[in-house]
């Protein structure tokens, strides 16, 4: 079945851009999310791409999929102590969402 | 606020009980999700109703069980109880199978 990885910790200055990645397994996954986690909260949808897309832009943040290398990144501009959370990658293909097991962003003030 | 409501927040209970875990799903979304998060193995996915109809499965133990009532709203039954299902269960809801809505989980805890 579908494996989606992602490195575990990233700690980032207050200011500074966050670039958390994720690879997958499954060439024909036609959806990509990526989903926020705050302590003691649930999973808050931020985004998601399409699979015939290469790139995706809303507001501060950036999403680049590189289908050939199966390569899925989040990149957050100008980062706050508010982005401070685990971000999961997650993947469709037939089935509901594989998620990777999360990217604990820490951001120093 | 993503409008799936799960109940209860929290839930501690012994050994070798059951318990019920409750749903109820963004208006107008006919698919219900459950996942099992746990330290170890992450965001698990156990089972998938769409419109009461059990959609999919995944590694959903068979002391597990989960229903899709008329309404909509689903449970998650769990039974025989081990300390190594203590976790935090979440429940999704879309209205098409490629998004999922989640709510803030329910933490299970087993003494």
């Known amino acids: 079945g579908e494996d989606v990885e992602q490195s575990l910790f990233l700690s980032v200055r207050e200011g500074d851009s966050s670039v958390i990645n994720c690879t997958y397994t499954?060439?024909?996954?036609?959806?990509l999310y990526w989903y926020k986690q705050e302590p003691g909260a649930g999973l808050q949808l931020l985004t998601y791409?399409?699979?015939?897309?290469d790139m995706k832009q809303d507001q501060r943040l950036t999403v680049l999929l590189n289908k050939k290398d199966k390569h899925l990144s989040l990149r957050i501009a100008d980062t706050q102590t508010g982005d401070s959370a685990i971000y999961f990658c997650?993947?469709?293909?037939?089935?509901?969402?594989?998620f990777g097991k999360g990217t604990r962003l820490s951001v120093i003030a | 606020d993503s409008g799936v409501t799960q109940t209860p927040k929290h839930l501690i209970t012994a050994t070798g009980q059951r318990v019920t875990l409750r749903c109820s799903p963004r208006?107008?979304?006919?698919?219900v999700y459950w996942y099992q998060q746990s330290l170890d193995q992450g965001l698990q996915f156990l089972i998938q109703?769409?419109?009461?109809?059990?959609?999919a499965k995944g590694n959903i133990l068979e002391r597990f069980s989960a229903q899709q009532f008329p309404d909509l709203h689903s449970e998650l039954n769990l039974s025989s109880l081990e300390l190594g299902d203590s976790a935090l269960y979440f429940c999704?809801?879309?209205?098409?199978?490629?998004?999922?809505?989640f709510g803030q989980g329910t933490r299970l805890t087993v003494v």
């Open positions: 999704a809801s879309g209205q098409t199978n490629t998004e999922a809505f």
């Open positions: 499954d060439s024909s996954s036609t959806y």
């Open positions: 791409i399409f699979s015939n897309m």
């Open positions: 997650a993947v469709f293909l037939n089935t509901p969402l594989v």
């Open positions: 208006s107008g979304d006919l698919s």
């Open positions: 109703y769409y419109n009461g109809e059990e959609r």
